[in-house]
């Protein structure tokens, strides 16, 4: 996949201007979003156009309310590699800046869609909206796409076992700890990703060394103790996957209530170095809250019997 930092960089850039433009921020690219991808596709194969995904950085929440925007599901890497894995062809990110959300609506469409971008066809969501003050709306766009000779395919809400496909949603049951609905949502596993780094070593020193995790996205499970699988991204073994045991926690046998909260997971029947390699964590279910125990001990004994339900599970 071709990935362009912004319209005006496609536009430059002299690239056949024949697209089918899903637009979004698909955060969390859940199956809502995988919907939109699936049409895009459909139309491009019948247009004759290549798959295209318009989506924006930041957040538009993190410009017009910052302290009100939502953690974000996925980093934007991650995003583009599964919109890529959904068989899109290029990804044009634009900053979400003052001066872009200014454009008023028909101007967008005109200019930025069907003159810089050459859309032919134009996917969105039901509750999409675009220019200046939200003020388009998908009746407009459609309104638009007649005039212009543009596609339009506006897709309904996706719902499973009557929950809607939202990333809101999706926050609000990973925020409660119910990671296997929210794996029912997207698709696939919730994950966190990102690099290993060095941690206090409490764990080797207890018996189960950790991979103390540096995550990319900014969303965080419910403090707990969680089964998961944990896959190597780089270096030796690179896609290997282990079954893991994931503390999402203060430590707080160790540690007091006010400390930073840490990603560790245990790999099980695993032996190497992982310090500075990226790993990805497809968490399952939660086990139980974390707590603080009176001894070293008792901790061990808790952990021995976390680890043996996870693998049991897993």
């Not at 925007?69 to 062809?89: H, N, T, V």
């Not at 050459?118 to 939200?134: H, L, M, N, P, T």
């Not at 540096?214 to 270096?235: K, V």
């Not at 497809?282 to 139980?288: D, V, Y």
């Amino acid at each position: 996949m071709k990935i362009f930092p912004g319209i005006g960089a496609y536009l430059a850039s002299g690239e056949p201007k024949r697209l089918s433009v899903a637009i979004g921020n698909f955060d969390g690219v859940h199956l809502g979003h995988l919907r939109l991808l699936e049409e895009a596709r459909m139309r491009a194969a019948s247009s004759g156009s290549r798959t295209a995904v318009l989506t924006f950085v930041p957040h538009p929440a993190r410009l017009f309310a910052p302290d009100r925007a939502p953690p974000l599901i996925l980093s934007l890497e991650r995003r583009l590699e599964l919109c890529e894995e959904a068989g899109i062809d290029v990804a044009v990110v634009e900053p979400f800046t003052r001066a872009f959300a200014g454009i008023e609506a028909d101007a967008f469409v005109r200019q930025a869609l069907v003159r810089d971008l050459g859309a032919c066809e134009v996917v969105v969501g039901y509750d999409f909206s675009f220019g200046r003050g939200r003020s388009g709306d998908v009746g407009r766009l459609a309104a638009l796409g007649r005039e212009l000779g543009v596609g339009v395919t506006v897709v309904p809400q996706v719902s499973v076992d009557g929950v809607p496909c939202s990333s809101t949603k999706i926050r609000e049951l990973v925020a409660a700890g119910r990671t296997p609905e929210a794996a029912r949502l997207l698709g696939r596993p919730y994950e966190l990703e990102g690099r290993v780094t060095r941690g206090a070593g409490r764990g080797r020193g207890i018996g189960f060394p950790t991979a103390n995790l540096d995550p990319d996205a900014e969303l965080r499970p419910a403090l707990g103790i969680y089964a998961a699988h944990a896959r190597l991204l780089d270096g030796p073994r690179a896609g290997e996957k282990h079954v893991a045991a994931l503390s999402v926690g203060r430590n707080p046998t160790f540690a007091g209530a006010g400390a930073a909260v840490t990603v560790e997971a245990y790999l099980l029947d695993f032996e190497g170095d992982l310090y500075d390699r990226r790993l990805r964590l497809e968490i399952g279910e939660r086990l139980r809250d974390e707590q603080r125990f009176a001894s070293v001990e008792a901790l061990v004994e808790q952990i021995r019997r976390d680890v043996a339900r996870v693998r049991e599970i897993s």
